[in-house]
């Protein structure tokens, strides 16, 4: 993920699953607002900050396109280093084999500075050479949120009132997930 840091004049929008997103409603840091009806983008922190973002327009339409620039490769950060991020995992495999957990996802955040244009390229690029199931890009320059996203794995998902989170990269399937071959 990346983010942008400062808001411009560019609308906002969100460019999920082959669908755009236009005509900003509101913004809310409530996750109730969801409950309001309508079409909902909802951007999550590392530190639990929560933006849900509802539009009016909601179109099928192909990804906007710009060129990507990209911030210098020194001006990137890790959220942490080789080290920790190997003893982690460690630590998770100690949890899941003494049965404590059974679904943890490691992951680590790379950051660099950028503008809210280089994101759009960014997701293009992204589009053209690493594609994944679930690409997002949200633009809220009046809510200072920005971010890009290549995800291979629905995180969660909501239908009506029904929430969905499925398994995670790296677990096991339930017994019912088996196919038994006589």
């Known amino acids: 993920?990346?983010?942008?840091?400062?808001?411009?004049?560019?609308?906002?929008?969100?460019?999920?699953?082959?669908?755009?997103?236009?005509?900003?409603?509101e913004i809310s840091h409530d996750l109730d607002a969801l409950d309001r009806p309508g079409f909902w983008i909802v951007v999550a922190t590392g530190?639990?900050?929560?933006?849900?973002?509802?539009?009016?327009?909601?179109?099928?339409?192909p990804l906007p396109v710009a060129a990507w620039h990209g911030p210098h490769p020194r001006s990137w950060t890790s959220s942490m280093d080789e080290a920790a991020y190997v003893a982690a995992v460690s630590r998770v495999r100690e949890r899941i084999a003494a049965g404590d957990v059974y679904q943890v996802n490691v992951c680590r955040t790379l950051s660099a500075p950028t503008r809210e244009r280089d994101l759009v390229g960014l997701a293009g690029r992204l589009a053209a050479t690493h594609p994944s199931r679930y690409p997002a890009l949200v633009c809220l320059p009046s809510a200072g949120v920005h971010v890009c996203s290549a995800s291979p794995e629905l995180f969660l998902a909501r239908d009506a009132g029904t929430l969905e989170t499925p398994r995670i990269k790296c677990t096991a399937g339930t017994a019912s997930d088996l196919t038994v071959q006589e």
Do not use: H, K, Q
Request: contains cysteine.
């Open 47 to 61: 530190e639990g900050e929560i933006s849900c973002a509802r539009f009016a327009d909601v179109r099928a339409a």
């Open 1 to 25: 993920m990346i983010s942008s840091a400062g808001a411009t004049a560019t609308p906002d929008f969100a460019y999920i699953d082959g669908r755009l997103a236009t005509g900003l409603v």
